[in-house]
């Protein structure tokens, strides 16, 4: 468009919304407040068109691109990641990325499109689908009885080598630490022997008959690990576990075909 052109659209725009948008000098045009706030608002709302404009087009193609998924240590690598080449066969065109860490990543911020969490989401952006239910027991090996005793009840621990899963700033972790406090009080609960932030690392540390832990009963049937359950009929914690995905990503075609997939195994879950 020719300058004069262009300045016969500017001073229309004026006119229909009856305010200036630019001061007029010599030395050329500059923003008023005013155009300021509808530049501003323009680029939001052609922000929003391409990303409509995506998902569109997302929801028209066959599942392919890249898919990043952040579950935990330990569901990432003893349950999720042995499941994940028969998706890959399925599904060749995706390309998968698996983050695993015990912190939460910000799927709202895209720092993973979709994660497994064990416990609901609170923000209510995010879409949530129960897959099964963690269940966790108290166990010790064979060797570490044999050497120090098995206890009949949750006092006798205190006279036991506790073993504990250490912190990763997500608070509602610490139920697995319930060892600390099990049968007596909670002001003044068991100091643990070793901390392990790492629940593979707290497990290959029992089965060395470094002392006590609770488990989760996933990672005992992943392996021939040996351990014995203790005090069966202790209450011991329990986690849910989540699909979650951001609302924007709902009708994207590798995320769909991943939630049926991941749905569908859960079924099996039996631990």
Known sequence: LSQSAVSRQVGALEQDLDTPLFHRHARGLILTEQGD??????KDVMSKLDAARLRLSEQREKPQ???????TLGIGANWLAPQLGEFLELYPEIKLRLILSDDELDLG?????????????SQPDLIRRRLFTVHYHLYASADYIRRHGQPKTLSDLDQHRILSYGATGMGFLNSLNSLLTAGREAKNPRVPAL?????????????????????????????DSGLVQLLPNAEMPELECYLVYPEEMKNVARVQVFRDFLVANAQRWKY
């Not at 706030?37 to 323009?42: A, E, G, H, S």
């Not at 691109?65 to 579950?71: A, F, S, W």
């Not at 593979?200 to 540390?205: F, G």
């Open 37 to 42: 706030i509808l530049l501003r608002t323009v």
């Open 65 to 71: 691109g890249e898919l990043r998924v952040t579950t």
């Open 109 to 121: 911020m895209r720092e993973a499109d979709v994660g497994l969490r064990l416990r609901a989401p």
């Open 195 to 223: 901390s392990v932030n790492n629940i593979t690392a707290l497990r290959h540390a029992v089965e060395a008959g470094v002392g006590i832990a609770v488990l989760p009963e996933y990672l005992l049937a992943a392996a």
